[in-house]
């Protein structure tokens, strides 16, 4: 059976499709919707991280994309040596959130900033005394983030997929 319906229902249609649509849209049009997918880190410290020396490590969260293609540009003594001055300089469009691991710990849940979500960049800075762990790391695409530090350098690992 066929039913016809009338340029009246149509309309309506028409109009309710557009109204779901500007709904649906509306968090990401409005800012709402948040930019990266960090959910939470943890971190965890081989017995001999950094040949058994604690590391410094930094997870600057990014709001200005000309801020996070600098940035990622520096390795990890790079942004150590720098920080401050980077810190003064983009303080409106970062925030960093640091912490020193000892070997043979477990930081089982970084704090993460209020306003994480809202960071289209995040990138990791760790102070390895080898080259292998100085590299910089861009972490947006993880949600359930496990930072394993090694003798040498680092390993990125999504925990949902262990």
């Known amino acids: 059976m066929i039913k016809a319906y009338g340029r009246h229902s149509v309309h309506g249609l028409c109009y309710l499709l557009i109204a779901l649509s500007v709904i649906l849209s509306g968090c990401s049009v409005l800012g ?8 939470s880190i943890r971190i965890e410290a081989s017995a001999d991280c950094n040949r058994s020396m604690p ?16 940035l990622a540009d520096l390795s990890g003594p790079d942004w ?6 980077l810190v003064m300089r983009y303080d409106k469009q970062l925030e960093v959130v640091s912490a020193e691991v000892v070997p043979l710990s ?11 979500s809202r960071a289209g960049n995040i990138l990791m800075f760790a102070n390895y005394l080898g ?25 990125l690992i999504e925990m949902h997929q262990e």
């Open 32 to 39: 709402l919707s948040p930019l990266n997918d960090v959910r």
């Open 131 to 155: 080259a292998e762990g100085q590299f910089v790391a861009q972490l947006g695409q993880f949600r359930q983030l496990k930072v394993l530090l090694q003798r040498e350098g680092y390993r």
């Open 106 to 116: 477990v930081m089982s849940s970084l704090p993460l900033p209020d306003d994480h």
């Open 55 to 70: 590391v410094a490590i930094d997870f600057v969260f990014i709001s200005d994309e000309r801020v996070a293609r600098l």
């Open 80 to 85: 150590f040596s720098r920080k401050q001055e």
